[in-house]
């Protein structure tokens, strides 16, 4: 995949590229948006135990689709609270590591589920 990142205008304000070119004839998936529900079906009170299982779920589907985060080419991230858009930012670069997709960060009143902090939507390609 290629990224863009242009000089021309400003530069990203985390670890993500401001575009993500798909080479033709990859295999793309959507994750639908996930939350910070373990498999047992517990969702942590805090935020930093969200913002991880959320990633954590993220990286087992693409497992389960024989990629990784290297193959995300869009993320849209929604929290709830302001506050905690440092963490996760710190959160986010520790499950991207050099990973560089496109992102979106929303912060929204509330999420479908009461108490649910943060969930994230993707897209992955793979040639």
Known sequence: MKTYTPGTVAPPAG??????????????IHLA????????????????GQANQCWENIKAILAAAGMSV????????????????AAYGKIRA???????PASTLLVISALARPGMLVEVEAIAAKA
């Open 33 to 48: 948006g996930q939350i910070g529900l373990s498999r047992d079906g517990k969702l942590p009170a805090d935020f930093e």
């Open 94 to 100: 520790q499950h991207l590591g050099e990973a560089r």
């Open 15 to 28: 670890p993500y590229s401001h575009a993500v070119e798909i080479p033709a004839g990859a295999r793309v």
């Open 70 to 85: 290297h193959d995300l080419v869009k993320c849209t991230h929604f929290l709830t609270r302001a506050e905690d858009v």
